[in-house]
Structure formats: C-alpha cells, structure tokens
C-alpha cells in the first residue's frame, strides 16, 4: 500500500475513534514515527501534510531533522541518555521521554545555554513491565514537584507504552489509567499550569488509546511503513 493509501486509511480510522467515543477530530494529532523510514520518505509524508515527526535516536533522526527541521515539528520519543541530551535540545520541540531528574538536569542545563524552554512529556510506565522506562504512576506526583527547580523544563503531559497486545481492546486499561493519572494531577498537584497532553497509541493500539483520551498518536508502521534503509 502507498503512502497516500495509509495516511487516508489512517485518517479514516482516527475519525471513526473519534466519532464512537464523541472527541472532535482536531483534539487528537498525529506525530509520524519515521524511524523505520529514509529521510526521502519522511520528506514525503510532510509534503502530504503530516507535519510532526517522531524520532528515537539522534543519529537517525540526523539526517531528517537537517532536511525538515524548518517544516516539521520534531519529537523526540525514545529514552534519552543524560549525555545525549545537548543532541537534541534546541533542535526536538517535544521530548516525550522525561523520566528522572538527571535528564531534567541535562535539559535544563542545555535549554539555559541556548535560551529556551522545552515542552516534555513524562514518560509513565502504567503496565509495570520491567522492559519498559518511565516513572511508575504513584512517582510522576513528588516528580512534578522536583520538577518545579528547573524553569526551563515545561511539563505539558504524559506519556506511556501499552504491551504489545494481540487483541488491542486489552491495552485499554493502560490507557484510561494514564488519562486518570492526568486529570488527577490537574487536581491534586501544585502545577503553574496544567497537564493537557497525552502520548499514547501506536500502530496496533491507537483507537483504544483515541477512544481513551489521547491527545497525540505515535504512528510509525500503520502510517509511514518501514523500509531496508541504507543511509547512516
Ligand atoms: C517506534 C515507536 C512508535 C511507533 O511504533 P509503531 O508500532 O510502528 O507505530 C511509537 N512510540 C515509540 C516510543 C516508539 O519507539
């Protein structure tokens, strides 16, 4: 299937988890995950009006980011190491992978230099599977509040991976937990402002986690494919 072909399937579905679970169309955006995927075919998809892209380690995203930064709005979703921080800032909007405070350091520390603010997402490991990075659920409340020492990190929402599921219907648990952990905050913690996003839904899972409130869907194989790339 083409590019075309999947980004209207894609839009199809989005719209019919939306239309089942009463949320407007434009709440819900697409990052496109071109980690799979050469820079030419990154370049397709904004040209076809994705323009947000999702990256999960600096030296793929290298080659995209030179060609698209000026058009696409660049996410960084993969777990950043500390050192790899001064990599990406300046150059990712969003860095929805923030779990521990060293990373915030190494945020802070490179956003100060380059006077800026970075967006990020906290990442929560709501399924507890050892594999997977992120602050457990009852750990994102005192974060929030350590968080609040560094003025160049801005807190915008939260982030999580479901298992991999053969039936996605089974991630929906995950996904109404992280939506619940949101408002909860919103409530509970002394935040400046409050917590609007939520990144969560992939290829296998996304209408579960539109129908449960997500605010950006990570689409990388339903979306853009993937490819034998060749290039660094
Ligand atoms: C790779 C990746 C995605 C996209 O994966 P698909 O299943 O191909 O849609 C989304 N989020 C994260 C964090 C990823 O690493």
């Known amino acids: 299937m083409g590019l075309q072909n999947r980004l209207q399937l894609v839009e199809q579905r989005l719209e019919q988890a939306c239309a089942r679970s009463g949320r407007r169309r434009e709440d819900v955006r697409v990052i496109a995950v071109t980690k799979y995927v050469t820079a030419r075919t990154a370049e397709a998809v904004v040209r076809e009006g994705v323009t947000h892209i999702g990256e999960n380690r600096w030296p793929d995203a290298k080659a995209k980011w030179e060609s698209l930064g000026n058009e696409a709005i660049f996410h960084y979703i993969g777990s950043l190491q500390t050192n790899k921080a001064k990599d990406v800032i300046g150059k990712f909007d969003y860095i929805h992978s923030l779990d521990r405070i060293s990373l915030a350091e190494a945020i802070q520390k490179r956003a100060q230099a380059l006077d800026l603010k970075v967006c990020c997402l906290l990442q929560v490991n709501v399924s507890g599977e050892h594999s997977k990075h992120g602050l457990a659920p009852e750990e994102v409340k005192p974060f929030l509040e350590e968080l609040r020492k560094y003025d160049r990190v801005k807190p915008v929402g939260l982030m999580t991976m479901a298992p991999y599921e053969s039936e996605p219907e089974a991630t929906r648990p995950v996904f109404r ?56």
């Open 177 to 232: 937990a992280l939506r619940l952990l949101r408002d909860d905050l919103n409530e509970s913690a002394a935040l400046s402002e409050p917590l609007t996003e939520l990144s969560m839904g992939m290829s296998n899972d996304f209408e579960v986690a539109v129908e449960e409130g997500a605010t950006w869907v990570r689409l990388g194989t339903v979306l853009v494919g993937k490819e034998e790339i060749e290039e660094g």
